[in-house]
């Protein structure tokens, strides 16, 4: 047995949305594993909302190139954007501007993001049972 199956393949992150309340996501290795070691090692997070389209995005002093990027993504999605260096979640069916680097997916109160506005602070941070 190798060391490999003692890494998390998951890992369960909590979004803290200013006056808005809480969500919850998982990010998963496997889908770009630089990317989520990167982002992992620097939780807790925390930046300014910015809105796309149906996608919430703010940004990280996280500097990371494209890692199995895609031009589409599910609804949903939680997703590094290389080109700002930022953080996005998509809540509805809007695609992003440029290839992203999926990282996951937001698996409770998605609907959330639909009220956050331009400048909300948001936190993403381990999810500690």
Known sequence: MSGETTEISRVKIKF?????GEAEGELVRFLAP???DMIVRKLPIEGRAALWKEEVYFETPIKMGEEKAKGTVEKGTIAFWPMGSAICIFFGNSQPYS???VLGKVTKN???FE?????TKIRIQLLVN
């Open 110 to 112: 998605l609907e959330i």
């Open 34 to 36: 630089r990317t989520v």
């Open 16 to 20: 803290v949305i200013e006056e808005l």
């Open 115 to 119: 009220q956050v506005k331009s400048g």
């Open 99 to 101: 290839p992203v680097n």
